[in-house]
């Protein structure tokens, strides 16, 4: 069992804090076309439930960029606050969200057939295409 743990996070800007009760602290990557798109690279994520609150939620804009899952950003300085999943409103929060120090463990890759030849990770992590991480993480 992972590690958890309560952090807190905010926007570039500090228009929106967000604070998570309970995070994973296993880290995912996300090389899907999509998240690089969003980010100009993989989507590096901290699983953290549902449990999720927001300060300045007004300065929230929420992209609905699937049948499954909206992206939320600040609608000042465009930091990316979630990728949530809308079944079971489940929330990846970006790891560099996070302010406080969190020992945090590059763990998993996603959508890895995605993946640009142009970067590599030196890290050793669990290796999932988009159907295996579908199949194992669809609710």
């Not at 590690?3 to 009760?21: D, F, P, Q, R, Y």
Request: glycine residues 8%; aromatic residues 14%; positive net charge.
């Amino acid at each position: 069992m992972s590690k958890t743990t309560s952090a807190n996070g905010s926007c570039l800007c500090g228009s929106v804090k967000i604070k998570a009760s309970q995070i994973n602290q296993k880290m995912d990557a996300c090389h899907c076309s999509t998240c690089r798109t969003w980010g100009g690279g993989p989507f590096f994520s901290i699983n953290c439930g549902s449990n999720i609150s927001f300060i300045g939620e007004k300065n929230i804009s929420v992209y609905d960029s699937s049948k499954w899952a909206e992206r939320g950003f600040c609608k000042n300085c465009g930091t990316h606050l979630f990728y949530r999943i809308k079944q079971n409103q489940s929330y990846s929060i970006p790891a560099g969200v996070f302010t406080d120090d969190k020992d945090f463990s590059f763990y998993l890759q996603m959508f890895v057939e995605e993946k640009p030849d142009y970067y590599c990770f030196a890290n050793e992590t669990r290796m999932l295409t988009g159907k295996e991480a579908f199949a194992e993480f669809t609710p």
